[in-house]
């Protein structure tokens, strides 16, 4: 197939399978498995790619429309313009999450060199973040799962983040001792979504590991 019916296969797979974005994750696809943007494609589309790389790229199409994640295929996603490695065991990190960030950041505004920790961090998008806006900040990142947490410390490792130091660990076992140790900020977005409802949820949110996600009954577990 060229690349252009191998778009609009992709695009039509899509469609079929009600995923939200058919032309976006189409096109995203193309560019990560050949290579070609949007407008690469235009000039391009009459090309024919190697017989494996089109295997692949159909495999995708097939993961795809059967609900797994677009970012967990790409391996990678943007935060806040920044890049973060993703995949099976991490939380894709959401663009509302960037209140918190920005909230963070008005209210340690004049503090020189903030002292801040990050609870539940994940791939680490919310330390990241702030690490980029403060490089003169003291960042506490701590995440309890091993996957998540090897994805915390390449992210930051990818983002040359020198001022965060990953901790891994359970914050319900270490919340008594950050207390009383003179942060400027002690942030968090925990898992939140009760117990019952996450079944509900879109087929790309199974994928995404229940430790993340599952917040009790009431949502409230991290919150109390
Ligand atoms: C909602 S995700 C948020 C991830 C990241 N902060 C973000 O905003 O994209 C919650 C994270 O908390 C971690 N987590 C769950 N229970 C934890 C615990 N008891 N101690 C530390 N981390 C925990 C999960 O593994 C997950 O990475």
Redesign the pocket.
């Known amino acids: 197939m060229t690349l252009s019916e191998l778009y609009r296969k992709a695009r039509s797979d899509f469609r079929n399978a009600e995923i939200d974005s058919p032309q976006y994750d189409a096109m995203c696809l193309i560019e990560h498995f050949f290579g070609v943007n949007r407008a690469e494609l235009v000039v391009k589309g009459d090309k024919s790619p190697k017989a494996e790389i089109e295997a692949e790229f159909l495999t995708a199409v097939e993961k795809r429309s059967s609900g797994y994640p677009l970012q967990y295929i790409l391996g990678e996603w943007t ?1 806040m313009d920044i890049p973060f490695f993703v995949g099976e065991g ?5 663009d509302d ?1 960037e209140i ?1 960030v920005r909230e963070t950041i008005k209210r340690v505004r004049g503090v020189e060199n903030p002292k801040i920790i ?10 990241i973040a702030l690490a980029k806006a403060y490089p003169k900040a003291e960042i506490l990142a ?4 091993d996957k ?1 947490f090897s994805y915390l410390k390449e992210n930051i490792k990818r983002n040359a983040c020198e001022n965060i130091k990953a901790i891994k ?6 919340y008594e001792e950050f207390s009383d140790s003179g942060f400027d900020a002690v942030l ?5 979504i009760k117990t019952d409802i996450i079944a509900t949820l879109a087929k790309e949110v199974q994928h995404e ?1 229940k ?3 599952d917040g009790g009954k009431d949502g409230m577990i ?1 919150y109390n």
């Open positions: 935060f991490v939380l894709i990190p959401r999450t918190l990050d609870l539940c961090s994940g791939t680490g998008a919310v330390a701590v995440e309890l799962s998540a660990d359970d914050i319900f076992r270490l968090s977005n925990p898992p939140y590991p430790l993340a996600l991290f």
